[in-house]
């Protein structure tokens, strides 16, 4: 097949040694931990822009699901700024996403919490940036460049990295060990296997450009729903067809009335507390005559691409980002646009 976007697929390419590399970030990312615990934060927000929020969003999951006294809370940087800065005090822990450090809502947030002697964090891929003159830690994840607009490597190596922190914050406070790192390798196993085949990937979303198919919805549950919101960005700003991302079992609660339009259901089911309850849509879906593509590491039939299985179910969500990548990157080829340059998007928006 020909390589329309040769930055786009590199940065993609790379993932696999990002895992690597934000693997050797523990000790520092845990030194973070240790800080905000010693503070006596209990009170998280996280934030960021664009596919940096579907990063916070996912980074959030562990605080938010397992039995600890927290408040969480994740907004896009703009409605911060817009609705809740007063809510911003030296009570709370700010962890920002943000490949540039640049993004002007981002920095905004970031000077608020300054001013209100908020905890803050930023975790980035730009060693310099001035976020670096706004927060407390600033959590640089060494793994390159991100050579396209789109972000790939970087929202991978950022929320891997997040999680690493979000995780040991839940472990202090809960007192229970999360070895997250000792599932490093069969994360990175499982993202070069999803590499080396994605021809596959290419093939079928080729064979939905044939097929006509321009509306993808993308249903998740979990820690599965910022990955649906990231897959259907993906798609989205690469490809600038319709998608949209729904938490799973809300798709019977009115855009079932969807089905029988030529569209793709993209049906992410991790293994967890919704498995059976996802699986059972899927069925139902398939029941209807729908186009479903599911990403499981379960019962896996011939409308399955598999995804990693680890201790933790975020990390396995996590895994599913790569194929939804890879799917973009080649339905894009397919219509013969360049991933690298899409239409209208900027690689840091500087004003709002
Ligand atoms: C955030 C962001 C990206 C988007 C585009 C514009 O950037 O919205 O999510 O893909 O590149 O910027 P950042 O704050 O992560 O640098």
Same mark, same amino acid.
């Given at each position: ?13 790379? #993932? ?8 050797? !970030? ?8 240790? *800080? ?9 927000? &996280? ?11 996912? @980074? ?14 994740? /907004? ?46 930023? @975790? !980035? @891929?730009?060693? $310099? ?22 972000? !790939? $490597? ?14 040991? *914050?839940?472990?202090? *406070? ?20 999803? *590499? =080396?085949?994605?021809? $596959?990937? &290419?093939? /079928? ?8 198919? $321009? ?42 009335? !969807? ?25 139902? /879906? ?16 011939? =409308? ?16 599913? #980002? ?31």
């Amino acid at each position: 097949m020909r390589i329309y976007s040769e930055k786009t697929l590199k940065d993609i390419l790379e #993932i696999p040694i990002s895992v690597e590399n934000v693997g050797k !970030t523990f000790n520092v990312v845990k030194s973070v931990a240790e *800080i905000m615990i010693g503070k006596g934060c209990r009170q998280f927000y &996280f934030t960021g822009c664009g596919s940096s929020y579907y990063s916070a969003m996912l @980074i959030s999951f562990p605080l938010l699901v397992e039995d600890i006294d927290v408040g969480v809370y994740v /907004l896009p940087s703009s409605e911060i700024i817009m609705y809740y800065s007063n809510r911003l005090s030296k009570d709370c822990c700010l962890i920002a996403v943000s490949r540039s450090g640049e993004t002007a809502e981002t920095l905004d947030v970031l000077k608020i919490g300054r001013e209100k002697g908020v905890f803050s964090v930023v @975790i !980035t @891929i730009n060693e $310099k940036s001035r976020a670096r003159n706004y927060v407390d830690s600033y959590l640089y994840i060494d793994v390159g460049i991100e050579r396209g607009v789109v972000m !790939t $490597k970087s929202f991978f190596s950022m929320t891997l990295a997040g999680l690493m922190l979000t995780r040991s *914050i839940v472990g202090m *406070i809960s007192g229970k060990i999360y070895d997250i790192t000792s599932q490093l390798p069969i994360l990175k196993e499982y993202v070069e296997n999803v *590499i =080396n085949g994605r021809e $596959k990937i &290419f093939s /079928l979303a080729r064979s939905y450009v044939e097929k006509g198919v $321009k509306r993808f919805v993308f249903l998740g549950s979990g820690p599965a729903y910022p990955i649906a919101l990231e897959g259907s960005l993906k798609l989205k700003e690469s490809t600038y067809i319709a998608t949209e991302a729904l938490h799973a079992l809300e798709f019977r609660h009115g855009p079932i009335a !969807t089905v029988g339009e030529n569209q793709v259901i993209v049906v992410l089911n991790q293994d967890g507390e919704s498995y059976s309850y996802v699986y059972k849509l899927y069925k139902e /879906l398939l029941s209807m005559g729908s186009y479903v593509l599911r990403l499981s590491s379960r019962d896996v039939d011939e =409308n399955t691409i598999t995804i990693a299985r680890t201790d933790f179910e975020e990390l396995n969500v996590l895994s599913a #980002i790569v194929p939804l990548q890879l799917f973009a990157y080649g339905y894009a080829s397919a219509l013969g646009l360049d991933i690298d340059n899409p239409r209208n998007l900027v690689e840091v928006v500087r004003q709002y």
